[in-house]
């Protein structure tokens, strides 16, 4: 066994992660899982099910701790670590345990004349062992949530946390190894240079949430083993704002979405895009709703949270060096702090609109005409979420069905993230593959069709020779 020793500096705090896994150790732990997966342990629905309530059981034990580690690496407070976290997981496992018999089942489909007589059917099968990499911003629920789905579907996962959110991925060590037999599923935590060595090795799915740089990566490796890969990434956001929309209520609803997790949530509008009669008016408001929701001395509000490191701290201050900022703009390295910042820009070539902001900036651009607005989301092709606001209704369901993006809404941010029943993910740059609810399932599951042909009857119209058969079979072939 060989025993690397890492150092990550964060929250001021010297946390040292060993981390016992490299090299034959990782290749021991992936043996271990090929042999839990070919011994067919997770094919059993009951054992899954069993898996799935005694993780639900633990992670409720945990849910002081989970709270606790979200709290030390984003500064989350305890409601805001319920809704977007810990309520959210137990969401999704009760809606597994509640389908999951459902979801598992062998489904009989209708059969084709040509196959007449056939019974046809699709049964859903896990891949095998996958390997789930998953980022900082949300570290609790998107490293949980992949994993419920494919523990439902019966394959086993290794996940890799991220280095930077390093309490709550110490913690779901834990939780999970309390859960878990290391053959069905283990954490494996560490950085770069971990989740490059589990590249090397050869998965039967990969799940990877995090930047589309990392995701380029991710899907070069998978594509040497023909892998099939999820990837669900970020990119900039548009947020529209014509000159119908309901002020108040849209500035409440972007102020929520944008500053929540500070900014650190990968559908949080990245930019608002505003008709300039109304610019002014929906800036003042904005300005009053951060006020409302945050207070006027936000780095005390304690629902208010914090950047993720001192890295992510310095590309956001960089980002702001050229700008007009029009509300907030401090920031504070020892705890953090960065407040929630308006800019107005109408420079799409400045640093601010160059890459995903994914912290608590909020450029301000305004439109003349449509035509403008279509160009700028041109720009951003294939943004990971698009947002609308406007009291003309059928106006936004076109606007939204004309552009390719992950998810969206018109008249909200984020919140489409709130039902299970739609499938999350990306499109082009922002992704590729879906999840939640029974998506997740799917996604781990390869969808087995097959058939069953009686042997007493062995209709001769498939066999040479065709020439006095064809135009009976064109005739057959076109009645269904
Ligand atoms: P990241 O891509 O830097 O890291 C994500 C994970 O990949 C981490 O576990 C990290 O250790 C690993 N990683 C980093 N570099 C790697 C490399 N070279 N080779 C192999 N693995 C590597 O992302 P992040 O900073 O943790 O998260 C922020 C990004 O994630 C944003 O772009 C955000 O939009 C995106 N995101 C997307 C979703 C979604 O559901 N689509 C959700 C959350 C975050």
Redesign the pocket.
């Known amino acids: 066994m060989i025993y690397y020793s890492y150092f990550y500096q964060n929250h001021n705090f010297n946390i040292e992660l060993n981390i016992i896994f490299m090299d034959n150790s990782l290749k021991s732990i992936i043996d271990k899982q090929k042999n839990y997966f070919s011994s067919k342990k997770t094919i059993d629905v009951e054992s899954r099910i069993k898996s799935l309530k005694n993780l639900l059981k633990e992670i409720k034990l945990n849910e002081k701790e989970i709270e606790h580690a979200l709290y030390s690496d984003l500064g989350k407070s305890k409601g805001e670590s319920y809704l977007t976290e810990i309520n959210f997981v137990y969401t999704e496992i009760n809606i597994a345990l509640k389908n999951i018999k459902k979801w598992t089942k062998r489904k009989p489909i209708k059969s084709t004349l040509i196959n007449f007589p056939s019974s046809d059917y699709i049964i859903p099968e896990p891949y095998g062992i996958t390997l789930h990499?998953?980022?900082?911003?949300?570290p609790f629920q998107?490293s949980i949530a992949p994993l419920i789905g494919a523990i439902a579907a019966g394959n086993t996962v290794v996940l890799?946390?991220?280095?930077?959110s390093i309490h709550t991925s110490k913690l779901l060590e834990k939780i999970i190894s309390n859960v878990f037999d290391p053959g069905h599923v283990v954490v494996i935590n560490g950085?770069?240079d971990v989740?490059?060595k589990l590249?090397e090795f050869k998965w039967d799915y990969i799940f990877f949430?995090?930047?589309?740089g990392?995701g380029k990566?991710i899907a070069a490796a998978a594509a040497k083993n023909l892998t099939p890969t999820t990837l669900?990434?970020?990119g900039k956001n548009p947020c529209v704002v014509d000159e119908t929309a309901s002020i108040e209520v849209s500035a409440k609803r972007i102020v929520w979405g944008k500053f929540t997790n500070c900014g650190q949530t990968?559908i949080a509008p990245d930019f608002i895009l505003v008709n300039k009669k109304i610019k002014r008016r929906l800036i003042d408001e904005l300005k009053k709703q951060i006020v409302n929701i945050y207070g006027d001395n936000v780095v005390n509000n304690k629902e208010y949270g914090r950047i993720i490191s001192d890295k992510h701290m310095n590309y956001l201050v960089s980002l702001l060096e050229k700008e007009n900022i029009i509300h907030g703009g401090k920031f504070n390295f020892n705890d953090k702090f960065f407040e929630p910042t308006l800019v107005e820009t109408n420079d799409l070539d400045s640093k601010i609109m160059e890459n995903?902001i994914?912290g608590p900036l909020l450029p301000i651009i305004e439109y003349d005409n449509f035509e403008e607005v279509h160009n700028i989301i041109n720009k951003y092709s294939h943004p990971?979420a698009l947002y609308i606001f406007t009291k003309k209704t059928e106006f936004g369901r076109k606007f939204l069905e004309s552009y390719p993006f992950g998810g969206g809404a018109i008249n909200d941010t984020v919140m489409h993230i709130a039902n299970d029943r739609l499938p999350f993910g990306?499109v082009g740059q922002s992704?590729m593959g879906k999840y939640h609810g029974e998506s997740t399932f799917k996604t781990f599951s390869h969808f087995k069709p097959y058939i069953i042909k009686p042997l007493w009857i062995d209709p001769p119209l498939r066999y040479p020779p065709f020439e006095n058969k064809i135009n009976f079979l064109k005739k057959i072939l076109k009645l269904f």
Request: hydrophobic letters at 35%; one cysteine or more; aromatic letters at 12%.
């Open positions: 990499i998953s980022p900082w911003n949300y998107l890799k946390p991220s280095e930077y950085g770069i989740s490059s590249l949430t995090g930047s589309i990392v990566i669900e990434l970020g990968c995903e994914f990971l990306g992704g």
